[in-house]
């Protein structure tokens, strides 16, 4: 079903079907005759829930700037990593492979994610060329999965070391509230501290892992405990997000870090900043 809008249209495709499951993904075009850029948007949800209507109201600001978006289904917590990331590289090579019958440029991509979304956005564009994330077969021979830009809202770019910092607080004289069932989303889904450490894009960079590094942003809200805090097991006297920009800066990317107030950040606070990044580099 296409569906019309002033100044875009909205239209569903399978992109990936698994056994008798198929997944999803919502194509946002601007009107017009394009090609259009295009971004991957990816949801939140720890890795455990949600799903691409979640993406709704940035793809909306996104589209309305003259960007395609595609906010995705993937598979999450009871098939466990990496398949959430064989998910998401199987999209770019589909949408890329289909770009011209899709009005799209598959030489202008991006991809955008939010809180664990924005892990796995930063992790596709960090490792296009993973067998591992790569091995699915959408269609498209001799197509790859790089992305010319990332940009996060506020994510868990380092999974173990949020696991850590949710387990540290519950076992506090009191326990924040945030931290809720956090530990045991890790766990369903990452199975192992040891998958939380490999599927890591901090620790990746710190550890020297040859990986991609395109132009990113960070979009922090404050105050925010869950995403914006100093992990003591780092040498760093740094909060996450500085942390990360630091080593992907060394790495030889170049990342923005924005904060914005936490209390708006779900808004034009924080989709309008992220609409501005992708028209700068990808239009």
């Not at 009005?103 to 956005?121: F, P, Y």
């Not at 540290?168 to 989303?185: K, L, Y």
């Not at 395109?214 to 914006?228: E, M, S, T």
Request: hydrophobic share 35%; charged share 25%; glycine share 10%.
């Amino acid at each position: 079903m296409v569906t019309d809008t002033l100044n875009f249209t909205t239209q569903d495709f399978e992109y990936v079907r698994h056994g008798d499951r198929g997944l999803a993904l919502r194509l946002y075009r601007p009107t017009g005759p394009g090609p259009f850029p295009v971004v991957i948007d990816l949801h939140g949800g720890a890795w455990t829930n949600g799903d691409l209507s979640e993406c709704r109201d940035r793809d909306e600001v996104l589209a309305n700037a003259g960007l395609a978006v595609a906010g995705l289904d993937f598979r999450q917590a009871s098939d466990g990593y990496p398949t959430s990331s064989a998910d998401v590289n199987a999209a770019i090579r589909w949408l890329k492979g289909r770009a011209g019958a899709l009005k799209l440029d598959a030489g202008r991509v991006g991809i955008t994610g939010q809180s664990s979304g924005g892990h796995l956005a930063m992790l596709a564009a960090m490792r296009p060329a993973d067998p591992r994330y790569t091995a699915i077969d959408v269609g498209a021979a001799g197509v790859d999965a790089r992305v010319q830009c990332v940009g996060m809202t506020w994510p868990v770019i380092n999974p173990i070391s949020r696991y850590n910092h949710a387990k540290r607080q519950r076992a506090g004289a009191n326990p924040a509230g945030w931290v809720g069932d956090i530990p045991e989303r890790h766990d369903a889904y990452w199975g192992s501290e040891a998958n939380m450490i490999e599927g890591n894009p901090m620790l990746a960079l710190e550890r020297g892992e040859k990986v991609e590094t395109p132009p990113a942003i960070w979009i922090q809200g404050r105050p925010d405990p869950v995403h914006d805090y100093r992990d003591p097991d780092s040498p760093l006297d740094l909060n996450e997000p500085e942390r990360f920009a630091a080593n992907y800066r060394k790495a030889g990317g170049a990342i923005e870090v924005l904060y914005i107030e936490q209390a708006t950040r779900s808004s034009n606070t924080s989709s309008d900043p992220l609409a501005a990044f992708f028209r700068k580099h990808l239009l």
